[in-house]
């Protein structure tokens, strides 16, 4: 305390004004992409009504397995406290690599190994170092339009110019994407990367078809394209069959697969993962400088999944989703059909509503707001500024009693929205 004061009496700060701030900040700031976008505007006053929120893609509190956690928690550091404690390398734990090797030896039957994986910080973590390994400045990255935004955010980060593809019913549109290679080469420029979620897709819900897994993967390869794939959502299914990842399409050509534990355990943990060729996974290891994930995590993670916990747990979670989304499908059939149309995914948390033509987007978000319903804009997932016609709902978080109240207030500001 005294040094302090002593600093703050005899050293001068003047100098470091807002002028300077300004011109200290880097491209990636100054350029206004930053990492955290606001879907909407912010309100001043606190809101009329109590919102229920459809709004981020965030697993239902009463799922998480608090309880389970704690008691591996506690195992892993009685076991193994100081090697849990320490820094415990980029690649991650070999232990949960090799679980992670396992599991996808047995369901895809893929011949790959522990050390074809990396452990990261959240799929987040392994979007900006897939970027930061594949992208120079300038050269370009596509994105689905819509797309998730810290997928964008991470390409943009790397000053690179991203480059929207279109995704319908049936996921990406393998033309569209053929098409848009093609349009950017003719002018010259380098396409480099293409980030998909081929599963149950942030925002719209869509998976992406067998035929069309192949075709873009084709398409990849014939233009140089790494594909960056992103499967957040892909076991949070609750029916039909899990189609074959890019990555097992491509065998491992070209594809760095990433996987997240938050989806179906928990956003907090910030564990996912990065499956790649040997060569790549040695590149993305030389662009990591985080010192790494939590080796504690890692651990209480693996001693979760190998007393077979992570299965039954997957099981119990699916449940809850698949009966959240049928009521919300049954209420959106019952309170909004005039106003707008949806999609039906099999799995994730969202669902994606196109607003009939009469619908007022604008009125809309005003009276959602009056009558106590938050949703996503669609417009926040469109890179090129479009969607505002669209809407994405989702239904991992909101009580399962309130959804039904929730679509409600819905087709209550849908009405209100579509008159003149
Ligand atoms: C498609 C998609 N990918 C990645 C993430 C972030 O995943 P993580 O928590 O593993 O960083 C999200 C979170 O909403 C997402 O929707």
């Given at each position: 305390m005294a040094y302090h004061a002593m600093t703050m009496a005899h050293?001068?700060?003047?100098?470091?004004?807002e002028q300077q701030l300004k011109e200290s900040l880097s491209h990636r700031v100054k350029g206004g992409f930053g990492a955290f976008w606001v879907a909407g505007s912010r309100p001043t006053?606190?809101?009329?009504v109590q919102p229920i929120a459809l709004?981020?893609?965030?697993?239902?509190?009463?799922?998480?397995?608090t309880e389970q956690l704690i008691e591996c928690s506690n195992t892993v550091l009685r076991r193994e406290g100081p090697a849990a404690l320490r820094y415990g390398g980029h690649q991650g734990h070999p232990g949960l690599r090799e679980w992670l090797a396992e599991e996808t030896r047995r369901r895809e039957g893929l011949d790959v190994q522990a050390d074809n994986f990396t452990i990261t910080n959240g799929i987040s973590g392994a979007l900006i170092n897939v970027s930061e390994t594949f992208l120079n400045e300038g050269e370009v990255g596509l994105v689905e339009l819509p797309t998730f935004p810290g997928g964008s955010g991470a390409i943009q980060n790397c000053l690179c110019d991203i480059v929207g593809v279109t995704v319908d019913e049936e996921g990406l549109v393998p033309e569209a994407l053929e098409e848009t290679i093609e349009q950017q080469e003719s002018e010259g420029r380098n396409v480099k990367l293409l980030y998909t979620?081929?599963?149950?897709?942030?925002?719209?819900?869509t998976t992406l078809t067998v035929e069309r897994r192949e075709r873009v993967v084709e398409i990849c390869h014939a233009h140089n394209v790494v594909i960056a794939e992103?499967?957040?959502?892909?076991?949070?299914?609750?029916e039909g069959e899990k189609p074959p990842s890019l990555f097992a399409i491509a065998r491992g050509k070209g594809v760095v697969f990433m996987g997240s534990f938050s989806k179906t355990?928990?956003?907090?943990?910030r564990i996912g993962w990065t499956l790649s060729e040997q060569q790549v996974t040695d590149s993305l290891l030389q662009t990591r400088?985080?010192?790494?994930?939590?080796p504690w995590v890692q651990r209480t993670i693996l001693e979760f999944a190998s007393n077979g916990m992570f299965e039954k747990h997957l099981d119990k979670v699916n449940e809850v989703y698949r009966k959240k989304r049928d009521v919300m499908l049954s209420a959106l059939e019952e309170r909004c059909s005039r106003y707008a149309k949806w999609t039906r995914p099999e799995g994730g948390y969202f669902l994606w509503l196109t607003l009939a033509e009469g619908v007022d987007p604008e009125k809309l978000a005003k009276a959602a707001y009056n009558l106590g319903v938050a949703y996503v804009g669609g417009?926040?997932?469109h890179i090129d500024g479009t969607g505002q016609n669209t809407v994405r709902l989702a239904?991992?978080?909101?009580?399962e009693d309130e959804i039904p109240e929730a679509i409600m207030r819905l087709g209550r500001a849908l009405e209100e929205a579509s008159q003149a």
């Open positions: 050293i001068q700060l003047e100098h470091w004004d006053e606190p809101p009329p709004t981020g893609g965030i697993p239902d509190p009463d799922t998480l397995p979620v081929p599963n149950f897709q942030n925002p719209t819900g992103d499967d957040a959502y892909g076991d949070v299914r609750f355990m928990a956003t907090g943990l400088f985080d010192l790494g994930a939590s417009y926040a997932f239904y991992s978080f909101a009580n």
